[in-house]
């Protein structure tokens, strides 16, 4: 899966997904990855943010809505990120999964949870190229 | 701030972030135009195996996509899921914002609407999909699966399966760990 979130010179954000899913799923079955909240989600006036993972667990959680809304009370990307996280982690203290969010100053962070540590990936104006930026997990 | 415009992405997908950053630096387009056209970059890589055509099969042997695209500024979305022999998914949810007034169609009716606003119909198995089904179905007797509750034990047995009327109905809470490239 990828989740991507844009801010352009201007202030306004976008965030879209794309996924092909979890190997052997009963056919029919719809990732969290295009349910708005859950997948991604993004308010000008806040952020936007996306997640990444097992989105059978995670879309019940709304974990990018989630971060969104901590990050309009005041916490940072990586702060917001992290409640949501832990929201999911509370119930399923397993599972495999990553929020990324990006505030509407341009700053970034992340959560994962049942990996050792997750890659995400930046690009910036004045770079010349994409760097990956990588985090712990709990 | 100086660092606008910035694209961020799960994942090490650094031809993804690249494309969408050049599409609203170089080339004039908005944010949404930056992140349809990231997604697009991955949906024709196959980043990893987990976009695009061609990975993840479902029980059945086939890949079916799901995408969501949101532009912020309007709160307008666009999102389809389950999407059959369609492999711009990200295209068709920007069509999906673009040209109605809902947010998110499905399965073959999703790709119905996809061949009516002019995107082309494909396979999307590959001859990789079609080995993994075909060991899953074959070697590995269906494990794992997302079955439960259900009779055969679906933990042995390949389906088809119908609820289990000797069992208890158990909701677990425990996941099972996944490879690292296996994930929404």
């Known amino acids: ?38 997948g991604a989600f993004a308010d000008n006036e806040v952020g936007g943010a996306c997640a990444t993972g097992d989105g059978d667990v995670m879309q019940r959680f709304v974990p990018s809505y989630n971060t969104v ?27 495999t999964g990553a929020v990324l ?11 994962c949870n049942g990996m050792d540590k997750f890659p995400y990936s930046v690009m910036q104006n004045g770079w010349t190229d994409p760097q990956i930026f990588e985090i712990p997990c709990l | 701030s100086d660092s606008l415009p910035i694209v961020v992405n799960t994942w090490p997908f650094v031809n993804a972030t690249r494309n969408a950053f050049n599409k609203m630096q170089n080339q004039g387009g908005t944010c949404v135009d930056g992140v349809e056209v990231g997604c697009r970059t991955c949906e024709d890589e196959q980043c ?42 990200v295209g068709v949810a920007r069509a999906v914002m673009n040209y109605t007034r809902h947010s998110i169609l499905v399965g073959e009716s999703a790709t119905k609407f996809a061949l009516d606003m002019g995107f082309e119909q494909t396979d999307l198995h590959s001859n990789q999909s079609i080995e993994q089904w075909k060991n899953w179905l074959d070697n590995l007797s269906c494990q794992p699966n997302f079955r439960r509750n259900v009779s055969p034990d679906p933990s042995k047995s390949c389906g088809p399966y119908t609820p289990d009327k000797f069992g208890t109905t158990s909701f677990d809470i425990e996941t099972k760990k996944r490879p690292i490239k296996e994930h929404d």
């Open chain 1, 101 to 111: 969010a990006l505030d509407r100053n341009g700053r970034h962070g992340a959560a």
């Open chain 1, 69 to 95: 809304e901590a990050m309009r009370r005041g916490s940072s990307p990586e702060e917001a990120a992290l409640d949501s996280i832990k929201r999911i982690a509370k119930f399923y203290p397993n599972f």
């Open chain 2, 48 to 89: 990893d195996g987990s976009v695009g055509w061609g990975g993840h099969p479902d029980e059945s042997s086939e890949t079916t996509l799901d995408s969501l695209i949101i532009d912020a500024k309007t709160m307008s979305v666009g999102a389809v899921a389950n999407l059959h022999r369609i492999k711009n998914a």
């Open chain 1, 1 to 38: 899966t990828i989740g991507m979130i844009a801010l352009d010179s201007n202030g306004n954000l976008a965030a879209a997904t794309s996924t092909n899913g979890l190997q052997f799923r009963i056919p029919g079955r719809v990732s969290d990855s295009a349910l708005i909240g859950s």
